[in-house]
């Protein structure tokens, strides 16, 4: 079915040195701007995703496990209380109604 399995070729092991490489350097590069970055700064970028971070979330289906296990489960999982009432389904929502009101009032004039 198309799957070979890694006989310890030359060109495998050394495509996954190179890919432990790039994995290292790029950790390397990450250790550094967080060794560099303003303790405030930081602080500040966490508390802005945390106001949006529940608008990008979808809520699950009626029969998701986790529904039926109770919000309290949900609520902890994603980190958002209020996750019946702020989420990407109901962030569209409101979007689209914005944008049939706006649509149904140019209509009119």
């Not at 296990?69 to 389904?89: D, T, V």
């Amino acid at each position: 079915l198309g799957y070979a399995p890694n006989d310890g070729s030359k060109a495998e092991n050394e495509q996954e040195e190179t890919s432990v490489e790039n994995y290292s350097s790029l950790l390397s590069v990450l250790r550094n701007i967080v060794k560099r970055a303003d303790v405030k700064y930081v602080r500040n970028m966490a508390k802005s995703v945390e106001l949006v971070k529940c608008w990008h979330f979808w809520p699950p289906s009626k029969l998701d496990y986790d529904v039926i296990l109770g919000e309290s489960l949900m609520s902890s999982r994603i980190g958002c209380p209020k996750w019946r009432s702020r989420n990407a389904f109901i962030g569209l929502l409101r979007l689209l109604y914005q944008k049939k009101a706006v649509a149904r009032q140019a209509k009119t004039n």
